[in-house]
């Protein structure tokens, strides 16, 4: 087999891999799933130095372990599981729709896929509701584990050999379970100076303190990130030198940032030298709009709606992920289906290397167990049945247009009602946020700027917290900047984080229009 | 209205408090559901100084704070949650059986329940795809959380007023978050000698240790509970008297054993005397076989199967529960959809307090979010849409006319295949565990006992580990006593948990026998 993989390799290789086993949380199946380029490679490090004391002393589960031991002679009185004969559900229909734009909400002819109880036992499909609505594996069911090994293989063709996914019940599931394999009480993270506020508020009640790294255009800035760990006092900070980078490298929360290739790779250097663990949190990775810098966006007639339609273009000038680079086993990429699918599901995919992915397993076997079964068959009869992984890029790029569309009305409304001399932003280049700098000099509360540090900070947050009302009374909620700023950072800007994923275009017109009136407002006289 | 309330009584009820809000994750529910009955009790005691320190500092979540500035005059530009017409699920349709047993899985004449995407919009439902596939509140949705409000209400009517249901992403996930919500690192919890072996490995790799409670026939004996905290040395034990108390009243896992009212009623004694915390996990309350003592197993014929569908004469014969006699709020009930509807659902409830559940409340917005909304709506329109709260007692009592059947062909297969001399046991009166006795003292390796505890314990282990392997080998799997053995206790006797859910009812018979042949083999010329 060459070492390039498509799409249109998957049903050859599914055939030369065999089928599926069909059992019930099967434990094996992960590392089955993957081309045989995979094997080639060299092995992941071993990040076990960097395990939480909880991550250390986590193993199997007893009665997990006991499962293993079943063939097809052996009845089984061990495991308290109920008979499928006792699950209320029959039968399961779903309706999808068609991948591209034309028909999705109103779908005059939508794909449908339907489920039995027992289409395993008929030989009728590979997954059924025997199968999804018992207890589970923790990695999830050999079915999706399928679906998404292959996605990784194609997409990312992660540069070790052992890697492995596992789905999680969401990122944010996900990432409550990173902080507890990797971080004892005490212990510092690294962020981006502005970061997922709910990253950090899961990270605090651990006794988990954040370090922001200043960012530019770019995201964090690598010789930020190098200077703050070789200058690392421990003395001085009471804390060992961090090792967790949590960092979310495409259409940043809340920035709007997105990495280049080149910012990736020199990140990736620093986190060789000082041995750092990776997070990457990608929920808006396939939200990339490949438009150009700066000048495209303003047409929205020429934005590449048409012509982009061809997938292996979309995939090819996607900016390849940390995982793609990830020659040492450093990273763990979590995936989400929350941006991309839906939210409700909570069942998304991670990927990192064979022990690391392990560790989690173990943790969600005390844990969550398994995601939904109902969102998991859901999943599979969307993907793997009706769509295929082609049909999901191509939802993917339509996707994609409508962010477009929904970023360009933004920018505009920002240009038509926003005080320029007060408001400034970049132009997002993928993801939901627009983060809007304003310039809070000009406030007449700045006139009262005191020189101690504390005061200082407190006029800023004095200022945002005006603006913010002064919004919310002309009818648009907003977030505050502050609320999303990592720790160790001290601000001498304001920001305001908008998204365009929710309201209608006319509504983020309106809403955008109030927001203008409301910094008038507040710096009246002065823009 | 009167102090009772029945399910006759939840549609007027109903009425009377209005219709629901049909909003995306609408955070003040909970409390909403309740019959006016609850709100003329005294409110809970506080428990607050029995919180983890993960707990006291969580809070509410800065995003989910923002949104309940809200309301219809306001565009969000606030949380990136996004727009529904980008799930790509237009309709679910699901087939259920009907409630009595006679079609249940091939079922002639199922049950149909549909969900639209805007079925909220179009006034055809009070709820849909467009809401339940969206990020949800971590209580649950409006409309679930109402039917167990109303389920909780009539069942159990707690004796406090400010209780409240929150969904639980499963019962595993649940004891995750009850631990990091009451214990700190080194904290010793009180359970039952034999205990579920997954809530002790969950517990241990946050350093906290179990102490086990010697049992009876009906479980934990509460003189031993009193003895074990009255005399409790702290400087000896290296611990802080401990205070939370997880037991599973009814169909105990492993030993099958019920608790009684009265057992009940003292053990709440102990628990008010040495102000414990009771996390009450009840899997299995509903498969209360109600056939009374010893002597009605046998006779599947007499059994009730025919008399005992009256829901009112099954509720009426429940043995209540803790949180029903709990006038402090110090109880957290766990009630699992596991063993009654599907273990893949995970998507559970719980009950407790105000001020406990919000503790979750916030914890859960950081890790589970909520359930998955797709198992929220199949659980809201089999429950509430198509059995209603009579038929879903109506399922219960079929369920639990099977699992007579199953018990009591486990209970036929053992006095007939198993060496009565060796082998001893008591009858289960609700759940799926069968406890077994195995009296190891006619074991040949009995024979070489030395007088060292250590060499004591071991000889046990491994004459168990013997009849496990020769078991296995004669093609029957089943789980050892000592897998389930709290901390604390010293053992000298040995037992084995065999499950009469998942085998067919001749496979439970050929399995009982080949248990039978394995200890034979093993204590061979004693039997």
């Not at 395990?51 to 009185?77: F, H, P, V, Y």
């Not at 506020?197 to 990270?203: G, M, V, Y």
């Not at 940043?252 to 990457?280: F, M």
């Not at 627009?434 to 000099?441: E, L, S």
């Amino acid at each position: 087999m060459s070492s390039t993989l498509t799409f249109s390799d998957i049903p050859s290789l599914r055939q030369k891999l065999g089928p599926l086993t069909g059992d019930i949380a099967p434990v094996t199946t992960p590392m089955m799933f993957k081309s045989p380029r995979c094997f080639h490679k060299p092995p992941a490090k071993s990040f076990k130095h960097r395990l939480s004391q909880e991550a250390l002393s986590r193993g199997a589960a007893t009665l997990k372990t006991a499962g293993t031991e079943l063939n097809a002679d052996i009845i089984s009185l061990a495991t308290g599981r109920p008979s499928p004969e006792y699950f209320p559900f029959l039968k399961m229909t779903l309706d999808f729709p068609q991948t591209s734009g034309a028909s999705k909400d109103r779908a005059d002819s939508p794909l449908s896929g339907t489920i039995g109880k027992y289409d395993i036992k008929t030989n009728k499909a590979s997954y059924d509701l025997a199968i999804s609505l018992n207890y589970g594996y923790s990695a999830g069911s050999e079915q999706l584990i399928r679906f998404f090994t292959e996605h990784v293989d194609v997409v990312h063709n992660p540069p070790y050999s052992d890697w492995q996914c596992s789905l999680t019940a969401g990122t944010t599931s996900a990432l409550d379970s990173v902080f507890r394999t990797f971080c004892n009480r005490g212990n510092y993270i690294i962020t981006e100076t502005y970061t997922y506020s709910a990253a950090l508020e899961a990270a605090g009640p651990f006794g988990i303190r954040s370090i922001g790294v200043e960012m530019d255009e770019e995201g964090m800035v690598p010789a930020h990130l190098d200077n703050l760990l070789s200058s690392w006092d421990v003395s001085r900070r009471g804390a060992a030198k961090p090792f967790l980078l949590y960092i979310i490298p495409t259409g940043q929360n809340p920035t709007g940032t997105t990495q280049s290739l080149q910012r990736r790779k020199d990140i990736y250097a620093v986190a060789e030298k000082h041995d750092l663990y990776i997070i990457e949190d990608e929920p808006y990775y396939f939200l990339q709009f490949q438009t150009g810098k700066s000048e495209a966006y303003a047409n929205s007639d020429q934005s590449p709606r048409s012509e982009s339609n061809l997938v292996e273009e979309f995939l090819g000038n996607l900016i390849p992920s940390y995982l793609s680079l990830d020659v040492s086993g450093r990273v763990l990429r979590l995936d989400s289906t929350s941006k991309i699918l839906a939210p409700g599901l909570r069942c998304s995919w991670m990927t990192g290397s064979a022990d690391i992915i392990s560790r989690f397993l173990y943790l969600h076997d005390a844990t969550i167990v398994s995601p939904s079964g109902l969102s998991q068959i859901a999943l599979h009869t969307l993907l793997d049945g009706v769509w295929g992984h082609e049909g999901l890029m191509k939802w993917l790029l339509y996707l994609r247009d409508e962010y477009i569309q929904r970023r360009n009305i933004t920018l505009e409304s920002c240009e038509k009602y926003l005080p320029r001399n007060i408001c400034s932003w970049s132009l997002p280049e993928a993801g939901m946020f627009h983060w809007i700098k304003v310039d809070w000099r000009a406030h007449s509360l700045a006139a009262a700027y005191s020189k101690s540090d504390l005061e200082f900070e407190n006029m800023i947050l004095k200022i945002e917290d005006r603006i913010y009302s002064t919004a919310l009374r002309k009818g648009v909620l907003c977030c505050k900047g502050s609320a999303f700023r990592a720790g160790g950072v001290k601000s001498c800007e304001m920001y305001f984080r908008l998204t365009y994923a929710t309201a209608s275009l006319p509504q983020i017109q309106e809403a955008i229009a109030r927001f203008g009136m409301a910094t008038r407002e507040q710096f009246e006289g002065r823009v």
